[in-house]
């Protein structure tokens, strides 16, 4: 059964992706805006472009003729997607999922509107004036996202008026695709944050990973730990909300689906259709299966008997402090020598300050306490260092 896979998107959660296609016998081309990328340099095959021209996707499917398009990123031309599955082309997880989750604004109306799940109070602007209206109406602290952007690109926390102005202006900058337009969200007074990573079969139920906790700084992942805290009626509560989604939002593949925890209960987030940064702590082998093998098993229709936790463990980012266009890396002798202890390095050709290059992975039996595993790997991802 080899299947031919167009991946659009090719970054490092990508790369992974293609490892576990290429470890079963599938054929891979990874697409992205630019050479070498991480997926790129372990794919059979590459294509550059820009993926928000139609055109230039149309003639990439017509010329490979894929029978799975999966997309790893925002920045898709995604409306092109419902045509792909008219010329019976699997879309992961589908054309719908795709094209909603693409959106903020699709997702986050799907979520609290048409299935009535638990969010923070929330509004859209398409200008500063706008945007200061809505502040006036959600309230401070809020926060402000474009409906189009990834790990954290163009977020910020408004917390006093002088910080609207800003906040537009910086959303602007980190937006992708064409739409210029953010949501802004009330401050939800939450205890933690989860991501409950949701695997959606053919022909099989929906299975879930243990949830996975994480830290955030400028709107991206820092560490991530598995399994996270949860109580037994926030993890039900969770679940159902992630099954409702995900079903409306059909196909088969990995959702990491994004949940504030609050002592009033459980508020939906965000969702990707595709695996999470926060996932990649399953790297380090805390699960029978990792994210990315899970994402390929359901989009192949491999039946998964269960998702089984290991062990505990933990990720920790390490990012670039410089711009280069020619990175390279000290510590991993240091690294290596410590016990339960991995690391991946993406292979990212430049590298700007605070982009992910890398990641620190630590393990440990199940009893072992977890912050414990987190402070392993935040000191174990210390030890490597991007040089320009």
């Not at 490979?64 to 997607?81: K, L, N, S, Y």
């Not at 009535?116 to 309230?139: F, H, I, K, M």
């Not at 409950?196 to 243990?210: G, I, R, S």
């Not at 560490?223 to 989604?245: F, G």
Request: proline share 4%; with cysteine.
């Amino acid at each position: 059964m080899n299947k031919k896979i167009l991946l659009l998107g090719s970054g490092e959660l990508g790369k992974e992706f293609v490892i576990a296609a290429q470890r079963i016998g599938q054929t891979v081309i990874a697409v992205d805006s630019y050479e070498n990328a991480p997926a790129m340099q372990v794919a059979h095959g590459f294509e550059v472009i820009n993926m928000l021209d139609g055109e230039a996707l149309d003639a990439i499917v017509a010329k490979h003729q894929p029978d799975f398009i999966v997309p790893e990123i925002e920045a898709i031309r995604t409306e092109r997607f419902y045509d792909y599955e008219k010329q019976g082309i699997t879309v992961v997880p589908s054309a719908k999922a795709a094209n909603f989750t693409m959106n903020r604004k699709a997702i986050r109306d799907l979520a609290a509107k048409d299935l009535g799940l638990r969010t923070a109070n929330y509004r859209y602007a398409t200008s500063a004036q706008e945007l200061q209206d809505a502040v006036a109406t959600v309230g401070m602290p809020c926060v402000v996202k474009p409906l189009m952007s990834s790990s954290g690109k163009g977020q910020s926390t408004i917390k006093i008026e002088a910080d609207i102005e800003k906040a537009w202006n910086y959303a602007v900058e980190g937006s992708r695709g064409d739409v210029v337009e953010v949501i802004v969200e009330a401050f939800v007074n939450f205890h933690s944050e989860i991501t409950l990573l949701t695997v959606t079969q053919n022909n099989n139920p929906t299975l879930f990973c243990a949830p996975i906790g994480h830290r955030q700084e400028r709107g991206d992942y820092q560490e991530s730990w598995q399994p996270a805290r949860v109580s037994d009626t926030d993890m039900k509560e969770a679940q159902d909300m992630a099954r409702k989604v995900t079903e409306a939002l059909g196909g088969a593949g990995i959702f990491g689906v994004e949940f504030f925890l609050t002592n009033e209960g459980v508020y939906f987030s965000e969702l990707s259709p595709r695996p999470h940064d926060t996932g990649m702590v399953t790297l380090a082998g805390t699960q029978n299966f990792n994210e990315f093998e899970l994402h390929l098993r359901a989009i192949l229709s491999l039946p998964i008997a269960e998702i089984t936790l290991e062990k505990v463990g933990a990720s920790a980012v390490i990012a670039a402090s410089e711009n280069s266009n020619n990175p390279s890396y000290t510590g991993f002798e240091v690294i290596a020598a410590l016990p339960k202890t991995d690391f991946r390095i993406f292979g990212k050709p430049t590298s700007r300050p605070y982009r992910r290059m890398g990641v620190a992975l630590t393990h440990d039996s199940l009893n072992t306490p977890i912050e414990t595993i987190v402070e392993k790997a935040k000191k174990a991802a210390a030890l490597v260092k991007v040089i320009s």
